[in-house]
Structure formats: structure tokens, C-alpha cells
């Protein structure tokens, strides 16, 4: 991915004003879909290029069920696509801003858990050793 993306503090600020609860829902389930950590280290090989389901089953180290499994759920959701070629089916990522997503959450959770290491080693500097 060589895009870039330009997100205004304005826009962040103001998401939520211009958003239906409907929407709130679809959101929600966005949210569960990637809460699964087996769904995140399916993203994380199809990040490289598109990918067959064999050779995320071998990249992964998971059952063919439990990967097909994820890949229906991801292609139900619109989160990955399909294409047949032969027996192979190719699975890629269809919206970038999944990606988007997972690299801003994680990394939100190493500067906050960088931050509480840095207040424990502040209460207690005996604890670095």
C-alpha cells in the first residue's frame, strides 16, 4: 500500500454528528468482525498481496476449516474478496480502510502501554531490573 491517507481533526471531531444510529449498528459489527485475533493474522498475510486459502492455512498454522470458516464471515462482510481460478480460490483485502483501522488501533495500544510502563518505572524505578 502506497497511499496515502489524509484524515482532518475536523472530520474525527465530527464523525458522530453526521452518523444515523442505524449506522452506529454497521459500525459495531465492524468492530466484532475484527475482534476475533485469527480474522487480524488473516488481514496481516493478505496485507502482502492477494493469497489462495492454502497458502493461508500454511503461512497461518491453522486448520483449512477454521480459515474458510473466517474467510466466509470476512467475504459476507465485505472486508475481503474472491476470485476462482481452477480449484484456487484467491482471497485479497477489499477495503483498504481495514487496514486503516488495525495499524491505528495497535498503534494506540503500544503508546498507551508504553505510557503505563513509563508511570510504573516513575512510582517505581526498582522494577526496571
Not at 502506497?2 to 459489527?29: C, F, G, Q, Y
Not at 483449512?64 to 474478496?81: E, P, R, W, Y
Request: charged residues 25%; aromatic residues 6%.
Amino acid at each position: 500500500m502506497s497511499k496515502v491517507v489524509t484524515i482532518t481533526e475536523e472530520e474525527v471531531k465530527n464523525w458522530n454528528l453526521n452518523m444515523p444510529d442505524e449506522m452506529l449498528a454497521a459500525v459495531s459489527n465492524r468492530f466484532k468482525l475484527l475482534s476475533e485475533p485469527m480474522r487480524l493474522k488473516i488481514l496481516r498475510v493478505l496485507c502482502e498481496r492477494e493469497h489462495t486459502v492454502q497458502e493461508i492455512v500454511n503461512k497461518i498454522n491453522a486448520s483449512q476449516a477454521n480459515i474458510s470458516k473466517h474467510l466466509a464471515l470476512m467475504h459476507d462482510n465485505g472486508v475481503v474478496t474472491r476470485r476462482k481460478e481452477g480449484l484456487k480460490c484467491y482471497y485479497k483485502i477489499s477495503d483498504d480502510s481495514i487496514i486503516y483501522s488495525c495499524y491505528l488501533t495497535s498503534k494506540s495500544v503500544v503508546e498507551n502501554l508504553q505510557d503505563r510502563l513509563s508511570w510504573v518505572q516513575n512510582v517505581n524505578p526498582n522494577l526496571i531490573n
